[in-house]
């Protein structure tokens, strides 16, 4: 019969015992899904612990992503991933199979707003679901207005908002207001540090007191959109929206091209004409108009898709149009 002091010592051995069964377990788990093929000898302890630290933090949660049902994913949105071809550093397993991603370069593609990693041909069968992360945006100006606004949880964009609470907050008055530009070092300057410090940036007067260098860059930021604030797809509906005479169709087909629009580029739209509308208002000290600032405004909210030299030439009276009719109408469109 084992003595009172041998039972203890079994007790006390049965959880090491335990904790080596699992994670050998863990070991032959993770051997399978790279593929290896084991012998009756396994490697020693220090060959699996860098696998490990790569691997078992997303092998439980690719596996179960895996598992899910069609109608347990995240509901359908407007925002398409961004795919790159990527190399990856270390085991990686592709987020929409679950499957391990071979090869020793160029394995995947990786989404550069939200970081998701899959295979090149499971990249097509991934829904619209892309929700950018912060830590993936590289810059302010130059980003997708969608993926800026989604990565910052906010209606507009961060610049659309900061430069024209500080233009109406003193330049409403200011004469030629968004004709005159700033000096253009200065704007450049502001477009630095917006990448680099994002909200923190400071435009106030004690940084920028030259108003002009605020409108300033807020165009540029307008313009450097790779898809405008007017997007390509819905370009055509506002072009032909602008050359109808019927005043009652005109609006009907504004807003049937405003419907067209992604909800941050519609919402950011609207917050601009707003402003615009405030500034026509002081037209008396700013001396601009609609039709002036349709003129600044037009090449700068839209441009048009893949079309020829002709075209877009023709297209430049009806781009004023559009922003001016955006302008006058703000009220009874938005």
Known sequence: MPSRESYEVCQEEKPLVQKAKREANQEDILAAALGMRMGPQKPS???????????????????????????????????????????????????????????????????????????KQCSSLV???????????????????????????????????????????????????????????SVE?????FDKDGEKTDISVNAYEDINIITGALKLYLRDLPVPVISFDAYPRFIEAAKLTDAEKKLEAFREALALLPPPHAETLKYLMAHLKRVTQNEKFNLMNAENLAIIFGPTLMRAPNTDAITALNDIRYQRQVVEVLIKKEDVLF
């Open 45 to 119: 302890a220090t060959f699996w612990q860098p696998l490990k630290l790569f691997a078992y933090s997303q092998l439980t949660s690719l596996v179960r992503r895996a598992s899910l049902k069609e109608s347990d994913w995240p509901s359908r949105s407007e925002k398409a991933h961004n795919f790159k071809v990527h190399t990856f550093r270390g085991p990686h397993w592709c987020e929409h199979c679950a499957s391990f991603m071979w090869g020793l370069m160029a394995q995947g593609v990786k989404c550069t707003d939200c970081g998701l990693n899959t295979h």
């Open 127 to 185: 829904p619209n679901n892309c929700k950018p992360d912060l830590r993936h945006i590289r810059k302010v100006y130059s980003c997708d207005l969608s993926t800026l606004v989604k990565a910052c949880n906010t209606a507009r964009p961060m610049v659309v908002d900061m430069c024209i609470r500080e233009i109406e907050s003193r330049g409403l008055k200011s004469e030629g207001l968004y004709r005159i530009s700033g000096f253009s070092e």
């Open 189 to 193: 300057e502001v477009k630095s540090r």
